[in-house]
């Protein structure tokens, strides 16, 4: 829904979902509910922008024992009726330990998924409005951090190996700062963005 002042995304339509139908009776005579997922093959991640002196926080995933060779930003896949902002804060927290403030959305990116579950990948990136609060991690005293991350620092995006790519080349500070409509990523039509 959009007028020519601004966009609205229901974010509840990114909620993941199930549908109940009924399989079988239980003692009562009543029907039971069976859960079966509606669609599988989209993955939906929710990823963190959080920005800081001109740098952004960025982590590198562990690789057995070594890290990995690029950076990323923090984040994960959402959980079965987690809205959007619930998975990001549930993410960061078990990440860094630190809970969020999310703030706007400011990036949408679908790309064709390496995962062998998944066809696709839908990924949102929100601002958080308390980086002053990221400044000094310890993943060794979060729940995932240490398990699932090697470095969690603050970098300048235009001079690290930084994944999803576009994130190198886009002035983050404009689209927190300022009144920049979202930036959707469409990674099935050769690196097409487009503005919402």
């Known amino acids: 829904m959009s007028n020519s002042n601004y966009t609205i995304l229901d974010t509840n ?22 859960t079966e997922s509606l669609y599988t ?12 002196e001109g740098k952004i926080l960025a982590v590198k995933h562990r690789r057995g024992d070594q890290a990995a ?11 079965p009726h987690e809205s959007l902002t619930e998975c990001l804060i549930r993410e960061l927290r078990e990440e860094t330990g630190v809970t969020a403030k999310p703030g706007k959305l400011l990036f949408i990116q679908q790309f064709p998924s390496s995962r062998a579950s998944y066809e696709e990948e839908l990924e949102f990136f929100f601002a958080v409005d308390n980086p002053d ?6 993943i060794s005293q979060t729940t995932h951090g240490a398990q699932e991350l090697a470095v969690c620092e603050y970098i300048d995006p235009s001079q690290h190996v930084l994944y999803p790519e576009f994130l190198q080349n886009t002035d983050i500070a ?11 990523v469409d990674n099935f039509n050769e690196q097409h963005q487009q503005l919402l």
């Open 174 to 184: 404009l689209y927190i700062n300022g009144d920049q409509p979202v930036l959707v």
């Open 69 to 79: 060779p690029y950076y990323a930003v923090p984040g994960g896949g959402l959980d």
């Open 41 to 52: 093959g989209r993955r939906i991640n929710v990823r963190a922008i959080i920005y800081r």
């Open 133 to 138: 609060d990221f400044t000094d991690i310890d």
């Open 13 to 34: 339509l990114y909620r993941a979902s199930t549908d109940y139908k009924p399989c079988k009776y239980n003692q009562q005579g009543g029907l039971m509910p069976q």
